[in-house]
């Protein structure tokens, strides 16, 4: 993927259901706040694990390439 043109955060979901958070930046800090979690146990949000977009699965590289085309 061209770096010029990558974004610098891809959240992957499926179902509705995050699956995965790549990033350019090695040091960010992701918050995933799920409302329906707030509302059930008062939990606001969690700090979610952050993957290299060099790790990124080559069909979701796929689509994220068409998608900034």
């Not at 790549?22 to 993957?51: C, H, K, M």
């Not at 979701?60 to 390439?65: D, M, Q």
Request: net charge negative; charged share 30%; proline share 7%.
């Amino acid at each position: 993927m061209d770096a010029s043109k990558s974004p610098e955060v891809v959240v992957e979901t499926r179902g509705g259901v995050v699956v995965a958070i790549y990033s350019r930046t090695s040091n960010a800090q992701i918050v995933l706040l799920d409302w329906d979690e707030f509302e059930e146990d008062g939990r606001p949000g969690v700090y979610y694990p952050i993957d290299p977009i060099s790790k990124m699965p080559l069909d979701t590289r796929r689509l994220v390439e068409a998608a900034i085309r």
